[in-house]
Each structure stands twice: as structure tokens, then as C-alpha cells.
């Protein structure tokens, strides 16, 4: 039995939350690829610290750990699919793109929905050729715009981190610019207002004084 398997199994036998998070931190530390089926299963176990750990362990490995969290999305658990997107997000490999795209519009929970926005923002689409860069570029684009609409306003303040990375590309700030302007003249929350000016001043350069 190699260390790995060793870890791995002091994680499904621990007897006791506390145990359980501290298998979850020694099997993240590992760094080995063997560990991604138990740490993504971690997800569901209904343990936040342990969840935690799994998602560091996991963003650590990078890319490799990508194709098995994207197949193995919870389509019922809710807190765990919400811990997966965030780890896609956090890892930004572009092959995540639809994933994020479908659960930042339409997933049921706000948990998943505002993971998935802001994690649409921050991809590293220079790993696309150009043509596809592109496309995907105006995908996020386009997703992030509509939910600035959402009815709820959690979800909309977290198109606005999504926009303020996506702003970076040049080619973007125009439309975004725009919707900013458009936002803090119809928006009645003030928490986004205030971040949509924050946005504006750390990636745009802008200062628009609210009108009262």
C-alpha cells in the first residue's frame, strides 16, 4: 500500500469530524494525483473544513485534477457541486467554460451560481487558440451581462467581481464599461453600486460620481 492509498483510507475510516478534517489536510498535502477521486468525493460529506481542505488540495494540483471534477459534478447535492465550481473556478482552465457558463445562468442554487460567476471572469483563455479565445470570451461576456439582472442581488454582485476580471481584456472593457455606467443609474442596492465603483477605479479607471 503506497502512502497515498494510506492517506486516502485514513480519510473514509475517520470516525469523527475533527479526524476526518485532519485526514482531508494530509491527504491535500500529498500533491498526488491518486488523491482527486477522494478529495472531490470529500465535497459531499456535509464537513465545510473538510471541504475546505479538498478544495486547496485540488487547486493545488492544478489542471490534472480538471476532467475529474468536471465528471463528477453532484447534480443533487447542491453544497457539493457548489465546493466543485468553485474549485474549477479557482484552477480557471478554460475547459470549464460551459460548466460555468450553464450553472452561473441557471443552477437552482446561489451558492453555485455566484462561484460560477466570478470564476468566469478570471479563466486563462490564452490557453484557446484565437478564434476560439474569442468565442469564449463573448460567452462569459454575454452570461456575466445577463445575471447583472438577476432578482437576486447576491448573484448580481458577483457578476460584477466577474466583470472587473473579464475587464482586463481590452477588448471587453467597452461593453462593460457601459453596463457599469448603466448599473449605478437604475441599481437600488447600495453594496453594488459601491462595487461597481471599486471595479471601475481598480480596472477601468473610472470615477463616476452616483447621482443622488
Known amino acids: 500500500m503506497t502512502n497515498t492509498q494510506k492517506l486516502i483510507r485514513a480519510v473514509t ?3 469523527s469530524p475533527a479526524r476526518i478534517v485532519a485526514a482531508v489536510q494530509e491527504l491535500a498535502a500529498a500533491k498526488d494525483e491518486a488523491a482527486i477521486e477522494t478529495l472531490i468525493a470529500v465535497f459531499g460529506y456535509n464537513n465545510p473544513a473538510a471541504a475546505v481542505a479538498a478544495v486547496a488540495g485540488l487547486t493545488q494540483l492544478g489542471d490534472v485534477a480538471v476532467p475529474q471534477l468536471l465528471a463528477q459534478i ?8 457548489a465546493y466543485s465550481i468553485r474549485t474549477l473556478a479557482a484552477i480557471a482552465d478554460p475547459r470549464a467554460l460551459d460548466i460555468l457558463l450553464t450553472s ?3 443552477d437552482f442554487a446561489p451558492s453555485v451560481r455566484r462561484a460560477a ?5 478570471s479563466l486563462r483563455f490564452h490557453k484557446l487558440d484565437i478564434p476560439e479565445r474569442q468565442a469564449a470570451q463573448a460567452k462569459a461576456l454575454e452570461t456575466l451581462l445577463f445575471i447583472c439582472q438577476d432578482a437576486d442581488w447576491s448573484i448580481r454582485y458577483a457578476a460584477i467581481v466577474g466583470l472587473e476580471s473579464l ?13 457599469f455606467a448603466q448599473i449605478l443609474t437604475t441599481e437600488v442596492e447600495s453594496a453594488i453600486r459601491a462595487r461597481v465603483q471599486l471595479a471601475q477605479k481598480q480596472i477601468l479607471g473610472i470615477g463616476l460620481v452616483v447621482s443622488s
Open 13 to 15: 475510516e475517520a470516525d
Open 74 to 81: 453532484d447534480d443533487y447535492n447542491y453544497g457539493a457541486r
Open 104 to 106: 452561473a445562468a441557471t
Open 117 to 121: 460567476a466570478k470564476g468566469l471572469g
Open 167 to 179: 475587464a482586463k481584456i481590452p477588448e471587453l472593457q467597452q461593453p462593460i464599461r457601459e453596463k
